[in-house]
């Protein structure tokens, strides 16, 4: 099956900071989504980006899906991003298969 | 209804005992999917639906697991004799699957399973 790498795993930042997190899969897809899990556990959308690049606030993320990859940008960090962040992709919408994620923690 | 939603929330429940989790998709989602998430780790894929039909069962992790989903929307996910390793955050997401912006998936808040 296809494979999902994100790096890196683990990020600490300094409020006001901006970040970078990488998603790499093995093959094409038709489906990738970034989503940020909270400390409480929900899991919440952030973009569905299979190609392309899409901006949101302070987020943006970006995707060469020929050469597969993903980027996902937190600019101005702020305490409230802190979480993990997974990428997600599908091939044939039929199993949607996560990366390990990469942890953000965001100091005041 | 508004979102995905689950039932129960928390459940905690002595080993080989059967439990049943369920998930009621958004109103309209005709893809359905399963995942388990076990403490500080990432998302295990267990089963799909389309529909009514689950294409690939390989995700499920023993015999123990089944799923079933009728008519098309609410879907429980059946773990018998369960074991202290099922312990984890039992997820479910749907997708209307029209394409596009359509094939994004949107999760419940999860099962959390404790098997003591």
């Known amino acids: 099956g296809i494979q999902v790498e994100q790096s890196p795993p683990d990020l600490i930042l300094q409020e006001g900071a901006n970040s970078t997190l990488r998603c790499n899969f093995s093959d094409s897809v038709n489906n990738l989504q970034w989503f940020h899990q909270n400390p409480w556990g929900q899991l919440i959308n952030l973009f569905y980006i299979p190609s392309g690049t899409k901006q949101n606030g302070r987020l943006s993320a970006t995707t060469v899906a020929t050469e597969r990859y993903s980027l996902l940008y937190i600019s101005s960090s702020q305490t409230t991003d802190s979480g993990v962040y997974f990428c997600?992709?599908?091939?044939?919408?039929?199993?949607?298969?996560f990366g390990a994620g990469t942890r953000l923690t965001v100091k005041p | 209804g508004a979102g995905v939603s689950q039932s129960p929330s928390n459940k905690v429940t002595e080993k080989g005992k059967d439990v049943e989790l369920r998930c009621d998709p958004i109103?309209?989602?005709?893809?359905l999917y399963w995942y388990r998430q076990s403490l500080g780790q990432g998302l295990e894929f267990l089963i799909y639906?389309?529909?009514?039909?689950?294409?690939?069962k390989s995700g499920l992790p023993s015999d123990r697991f089944s799923a079933e989903r009728t008519g098309g929307s609410v879907s429980t996910l059946t773990i018998q004799r369960t074991q202290q390793e099922d312990s984890a955050v039992y997820l479910c997401?749907?997708?209307?699957?029209?394409?596009?912006?359509?094939?994004?998936?949107?999760f419940g808040e999860g099962s959390w399973l404790t098997v003591v």
């Open positions: 997401a749907s997708s209307i699957l029209t394409g596009g912006e359509g094939n994004t998936i949107y």
């Open positions: 997600a992709v599908e091939r044939y919408f039929d199993d949607m298969r």
């Open positions: 639906f389309q529909g009514n039909s689950a294409p690939d």
């Open positions: 109103s309209g989602h005709t893809a």
